[in-house]
């Protein structure tokens, strides 16, 4: 399956107003885009990895009355679920799409990454190219990049990471909505195995401190 583009109407979506309405474009117009996104980039993520990766496409079945201001496809080891997992990650927001690596707050090793990667800054996130961001919630939209942090800026994510326990740590790159590369699924495809490919020592890592 080859990967697919993104186009304004995509995006526009997220400016649906009422949870059924956006949830029936999210289902018929965005939804098939992010399995068909799954698929082409899982043997590349299978063999960077060196382990199978599944897709997970989000559902947002728990939803009853705000209408979801994002939505995604992630990649873990783990056939039945991602959340409680190291994975990867790509999703849309009105105005950007991102893709990222990603403990969320459901992932029960973050203390011991957070120190192991505290040790290994420079040769990890610090050398990481400078476009890339750090989020520290997967539901919110701002995110700040490495460049800006420093490395002060990134070990103070890092020392929440380990002493919160609802805190996150998400890391890659946000394109804006009209990046002519999100216009070509071939162009973007490339795009985001490169982008994964520079992540792919922070899941390493992760996997060594589960």
């Not at 993104?6 to 885009?33: N, S």
């Not at 959340?83 to 090793?109: C, D, T, V």
């Not at 420093?150 to 790159?173: H, P």
Request: hydrophobic share 40%; glycine share 4%.
């Amino acid at each position: 399956m080859s990967m697919p583009a993104f186009h304004a109407k995509d995006f526009e979506v997220f400016t649906i107003e009422g949870l059924e309405p956006r949830m029936e474009a999210l289902k018929e117009q965005i939804r098939p885009k992010l399995e068909a996104a799954g698929e082409a980039l899982s043997p590349h993520l299978s063999k960077l990895t060196g382990e199978e990766m599944y897709v997970h496409v989000a559902k947002h079945a728990r939803r009853t009355v705000h209408p979801p201001d994002e939505t995604w496809v992630a990649w873990s080891s783990h056939k039945r679920g991602y959340k409680s997992h190291p994975h990867f990650q790509i999703g849309l927001r009105q105005n950007s799409l991102f893709a990222m690596f990603a403990l969320i707050y459901e992932y029960p090793h973050k203390p011991r990454f957070a120190m192991n990667l505290m040790e290994q800054l420079d040769t990890t996130v610090l050398n990481l190219p400078s476009d890339f961001v750090i989020s520290q919630d997967h539901t919110r939209p701002e995110v700040q990049s490495i460049e800006q942090l420093g490395k002060e800026g990134v070990q103070n994510v890092l020392k929440r990471l380990r002493e919160v326990k609802k805190a996150e740590f998400l890391c890659g790159r946000v394109y804006d909505w009209n990046d002519p590369t999100l216009h070509d699924g071939n162009v973007l495809a490339k795009e985001i195995e490169k982008t994964f490919s520079a992540l792919e020592p922070l899941y390493r890592l992760s996997i060594l401190t589960r």
